[in-house]
């Protein structure tokens, strides 16, 4: 954490929102490793930890801020004058957002906030952490950011696709860079146990039942942390997709189903599949982006699933004070 050193020092002043989370907290490692960058993480910690945020940087600062509070998340971006901001906070995991609609709703003051304050500021570009969420039900496949059609109806999905509308109205209207981030089911070392891989890790290495929502075959792509980081990351310093839309995941489709066997077999488990009465609405049937711009920007193969899986094994830290509530 920073203690008495000059934000004017730094070539690039960067805010991280929803920096305690799981993407956030990694995006802001990443940033602070560039010893030019000044990272300026907030986060309400609502659902996002402290610990989470790597320590042993000068150049990583921490401020507890609600970005859905005009008056808090103002005060934060007219002191830095930050050059580019990244605006990860949001309630995510599919039972929170439907357990709490209303509260997925507010994040849509957050949306309003960092747009409304960074087109008279600085700033020079938005980052924005949409999900693959916005294209609803499948109708086509691969997902393709130009193509697929958005028939997204859930309160989770909605304000993604509303935050999209907002950034390039704002573009349109007063000049305001964004590029638009559509993630598709990331997971690593960090991530909450109410998370779909973490969730069975946890139940696979306590030799405790697996559930399952209905037959288990629907499908999703789950991309490796580091993977989603480091194409973020250089889209970010190589000035790449300005104003446009890019999907961040892997392409190889897995059940639940075989996630779930996958992870037993990993982990060597006794664990028994059990499968329960389908979610009334919000689990979708299939998931694959089309991510041929994400493979060329990282220009290398993506890690596996069961490579991921492995990583998170050997990192041990499933288990320990990263098991929070939640994520962003």
Request: hydrophobic share 40%.
């Amino acid at each position: 954490m920073i203690t008495q050193i000059s934000r004017h020092s730094f070539k690039r002043k960067i805010l991280v929102t929803g920096g305690a989370g799981f993407i956030g907290s990694a995006l802001a490692e990443k940033l602070a490793q560039d010893e030019h960058n000044l990272v300026v993480v907030v986060d309400d910690l609502s659902t996002g930890m402290i610990e989470k945020l790597p320590e042993g940087f000068d150049n990583l600062r921490f401020i507890k801020c609600d970005v859905n509070d005009y008056k808090d998340i103002v005060e934060v971006m007219l002191s830095y004058q930050f050059n580019y901001v990244f605006h990860y906070a949001a309630v995510v995991g599919v039972q929170r957002t439907q357990l709490h609609p209303v509260k997925v709703l507010r994040d849509i003051k957050g949306i309003e906030n960092i747009l409304r304050i960074a087109k008279n500021a600085s700033v020079k570009r938005v980052f924005y952490a949409s999900s693959s969420e916005v294209y609803g039900e499948p109708v086509e496949f691969p997902q393709n950011v130009y193509t697929t059609p958005l028939n997204s109806r859930l309160p989770y999905a909605i304000v993604k696709n509303l935050g999209e509308a907002y950034l390039r109205s704002y573009h349109k209207e007063f000049g305001l860079d964004f590029t638009i981030f559509r993630f598709f089911n990331t997971y690593g070392p960090k991530q909450s146990k109410d998370f779909v891989i973490s969730k069975f890790i946890n139940a696979a290495l306590k030799n405790e039942d697996i559930t399952i929502y209905g037959d288990g075959n629907q499908t999703r792509t789950f991309c490796y942390i580091d993977d989603n980081i480091e194409a973020c990351v250089k889209i970010a310093e190589n000035d790449m997709h300005i104003n446009d839309v890019i999907n961040i995941g892997q392409n190889n489709e897995t059940s639940i189903l075989q996630l779930a066997n996958t992870i037993i077999q990993i982990t060597d488990s006794k664990s028994k599949i059990i499968h329960i009465d389908p979610l009334k609405e919000g689990d979708m049937t299939r998931r694959l982006p089309d991510n041929n711009m994400m493979r060329k920007i990282l220009n290398r193969n993506l890690l596996t699933l069961e490579n991921g899986i492995k990583n998170i094994l050997q990192e041990g830290l499933f288990e320990n004070k990263f098991n929070g509530n939640g994520q962003h």
